[in-house]
T-cell receptor, first 115, second 116 residues
Framework: AQSVTQLGSHVSVSEGALVLLRCNYSSSVPPYLFWYVQYPNQGLQLLLK??????LVKGINGFEAEFKKSETSFHLTKPSAHMSDAAEYFC?????????????FGSGTRLQVQP | GAGVSQSPSNKVTEKGKDVELRCDPISGHTALYWYRQSLGQGLEFLIYFQGNSAPDKSGLPSDRFSAERTGGSVSTLTIQRTQQEDSAVYLCASSSQGTVGENIQYFGAGTRLSVL
């Protein structure tokens, strides 16, 4: 079984500041990990994914995430926040080796960007 | 179409009525998923279709929920005898078969269901 924990349901940063959204996973097999973003009244959009290649993954809109097996973490970062980054962010895990392809999502982190 | 299309975007119904939610996946995608997003439960997996294989129904919360996928394309999620706790946003996603590492799911904008 796999699970995801996102620490902090709300994160507020100033425009131009570092964004750090935390995600820890639990998986019985090597996981595939994803970050999705959801803007109001829209579906989820993929930011980036980790599928056992490079541990530092670069995504869209300047976001990146680093897979750390020793810490079972996959934190999302962006060096400089922009007002347009305000949204809800979801970390998700998939363990395809188990035959189950559905994603297990974290509870989400709402990012606010202050001017 | 260019993306996953869901209809209706909003649905208001009375308790006890049946509802049908529709999902039109990205053309050529063989896998289709339904999720439910609610305030109390976050994002939950409901059901998964892959090609002609038997669907994975392990996430359906009760026998009032069912889904079908006709012709390997459009899917309909049906909720019978709706209850107030069914109020949520129902999201559909699709993905290409590809390798397991390519399991990128593309989401529709969802159907917001309100049960009065």
């Amino acid at each position: 079984a796999q699970s995801v924990t996102q620490l902090g349901s709300h994160v507020s940063v100033s425009e131009g500041a570092l964004v750090l959204l935390r995600c820890n996973y639990s998986s019985s097999v090597p996981p595939y990990l994803f970050w999705y973003v959801q803007y109001p009244n829209q579906g989820l959009q993929l930011l980036l994914k980790y599928t056992s290649a490079a541990t530092l993954v670069k995504g869209i809109n300047g976001f990146e995430a680093e897979f750390k097996k020793s810490e079972t973490s996959f934190h999302l970062t962006k060096p400089s926040a922009h007002m347009s980054d305000a949204a809800e962010y979801f970390c998700a895990v998939s363990a395809p080796d188990t035959g189950r392809r559905a994603l297990t999502f974290g509870s989400g982190t709402r990012l606010q960007v202050q001017p | 179409g260019a993306g996953v299309s869901q209809s209706p975007s909003n649905k208001v119904t009375e308790k006890g009525k049946d509802v049908e939610l529709r999902c039109d996946p990205i053309s050529g995608h063989t896998a289709l998923y339904w999720y439910r997003q609610s305030l109390g439960q976050g994002l939950e997996f409901l059901i998964y279709f892959q090609g002609n294989s038997a669907p994975d129904k392990s996430g359906l919360p009760s026998d009032r929920f069912s889904a079908e996928r006709t012709g390997g394309s459009v899917s309909t999620l049906t909720i019978q005898r709706t209850q107030q706790e069914d109020s949520a946003v129902y999201l559909c996603a699709s993905s290409s078969q590809g390798t397991v590492g390519e399991n990128i799911q593309y989401f529709g904008a969802g159907t917001r269901l309100s049960v009065l």
